[in-house]
């Protein structure tokens, strides 16, 4: 599995990015997400989707802002980013796992990071 994530900028607070995730590899059987990471801060898990596409789960920081989903015909995972705050400012990473842990404890297969910047 190879996943290639795009769709990051230079934004201003309030605005809105939608990242985009294109995995390679049959993904059907995987739970897909997103974690992020802050210049001098650790990785840090965003959302997730399960396979079916059914069941979503956010961290606390972007629940109401951001809304994850996924088309398993097209092995894409996506990520609207609504409202964003300069704290949100981190390289975006899309992840696959096959633990069945709603916050990705384990992450089977990463893909190289976007970089999203929101300016205040």
């Known amino acids: 599995v190879q996943l290639q994530a795009s769709g990051g900028g230079l934004v201003q607070a309030g605005d809105s990015l939608r990242l985009s995730c294109a995995a390679s590899?049959?993904?059907?059987?995987?739970?897909m997400g997103w974690f992020r990471q802050a210049l001098g801060k650790e990785r840090e898990f965003v959302a997730s989707?399960?396979?079916?596409?059914?069941?979503?789960y956010y961290a606390d920081s972007v629940k109401g802002r951001f809304t994850i989903s996924r088309d398993n015909a097209k092995n894409t995972v996506d990520l609207q980013m609504n409202n964003l705050k300069p704290e949100d400012t981190a390289v975006y990473y899309c992840?696959?796992?096959?633990?069945?842990?709603?916050?990705?404890?384990?992450?089977?297969?990463w893909g190289m990071g976007t970089l999203v910047t929101v300016s205040s």
């Open positions: 992840a696959a796992s096959q633990t069945p842990s709603v916050t990705m404890s384990h992450v089977h297969y």
């Open positions: 989707i399960s396979r079916g596409a059914i069941n979503t």
């Open positions: 590899g049959r993904t059907l059987s995987y739970l």
